[in-house]
């Protein structure tokens, strides 16, 4: 009988495993900043109401927030191939899809996943705002596209950012996912790993570990960021 918990293969596959930390990063940051430009957009499409869109982005906010994460991802890894074979044969295009990597699929869906999430948060952070500043904005001149970036989203910014900084923790957390579409982030790389020697405990460790030290240096930076906004206002 081998050994019930190998620490020494723990150590040894810990940098095999680190390699999966620019995937993770970089899908949390690129689905959190144009999540973010979808929330804003989505936000506003429901706060004025904006004809047809404001139903589009009722039903699109319903689905994302209504289905797993998990089912998600799949469905942009498995409908996108689809969507491109129905155009090459509609068309008589020749588009091939097969030099794009998985993590650009991840891309798609946290963004998609984050930017339904984001226009809640963000659309009750701006309607926090009173609404006599836009009025009072307005009456000195400026337009409502103006005194929207000038005056209401900075505020509504400031009042977000313990939100957002969750968000972002959550979903960090949430790339995990992503190595059911081959993509060899940290939960990807721990699984290769605990394959090649069949020792899942000690790689799953290894990944809990990383993710754990990656949000606690997380939270003490967003932490400072916060207290400093604390300070200004």
Same mark, same amino acid.
């Given at each position: 009988?081998?050994?019930?918990?190998?620490f020494?293969y723990?150590?040894?596959?810990?940098?095999?495993i680190?390699?999966g930390?620019p995937?993770?990063?970089?899908?949390?940051?690129v689905?959190?900043?144009?999540?973010?430009?979808?929330g &804003?957009?989505?936000a &506003?499409?429901?706060i004025?109401?904006?004809?047809v869109?404001?139903?589009?982005t009722?039903?699109?906010v319903?689905?994302?927030?209504?289905?797993?994460l998990?089912?998600q991802?799949?469905?942009?890894?498995?409908a996108?191939?689809i969507?491109i074979?129905?155009?090459n044969y509609?068309?008589?295009?020749?588009?091939?899809?097969?030099?794009?990597?998985a993590?650009?699929?991840m891309f798609?869906?946290?963004s &998609?996943?984050?930017?339904?999430?984001l226009?809640?948060?963000?659309r009750?952070?701006?309607?926090?705002?009173?609404k006599?500043?836009?009025?009072a904005?307005?009456?000195?001149?400026?337009?409502m596209?103006?005194?929207?970036?000038?005056?209401?989203l900075?505020?509504?910014?400031?009042?977000?950012l313990p939100?957002?900084?969750?968000?972002?923790?959550?979903?960090?957390?949430d790339?995990s996912?992503?190595?059911?579409?081959?993509?060899?982030?940290?939960m990807?790389q721990?699984?290769?790993?605990a394959?090649r020697?069949?020792?899942?405990f000690?790689a799953?460790?290894d990944?809990?570990l990383?993710?754990?030290?990656i949000?606690i240096?997380?939270?003490?930076?967003?932490?400072v960021?916060?207290?400093?906004?604390?300070?200004?206002?």
């Amino acid at each position: 009988m081998g050994k019930i918990f190998d620490f020494k293969y723990m150590i040894e596959i810990i940098p095999s495993i680190l390699k999966g930390i620019p995937y993770t990063m970089g899908i949390a940051v690129v689905s959190f900043v144009i999540g973010i430009g979808i929330g &804003l957009a989505g936000a &506003l499409f429901k706060i004025y109401k904006v004809p047809v869109m404001n139903k589009v982005t009722g039903i699109y906010v319903s689905f994302i927030r209504g289905t797993p994460l998990v089912v998600q991802i799949l469905l942009i890894y498995y409908a996108f191939p689809i969507l491109i074979k129905f155009i090459n044969y509609k068309f008589g295009t020749h588009i091939d899809i097969s030099w794009i990597p998985a993590v650009v699929f991840m891309f798609i869906a946290y963004s &998609l996943n984050a930017g339904a999430y984001l226009t809640e948060s963000i659309r009750a952070a701006i309607q926090a705002i009173d609404k006599g500043q836009m009025e009072a904005a307005q009456s000195v001149g400026m337009t409502m596209s103006q005194a929207m970036i000038r005056i209401i989203l900075p505020q509504a910014a400031k009042i977000s950012l313990p939100v957002f900084a969750n968000f972002f923790i959550g979903l960090l957390k949430d790339t995990s996912l992503a190595f059911t579409a081959a993509v060899p982030e940290i939960m990807g790389q721990a699984k290769i790993q605990a394959g090649r020697a069949s020792r899942f405990f000690e790689a799953y460790i290894d990944a809990a570990l990383i993710y754990w030290i990656i949000c606690i240096i997380l939270e003490r930076i967003l932490a400072v960021i916060e207290k400093r906004n604390k300070e200004k206002s």
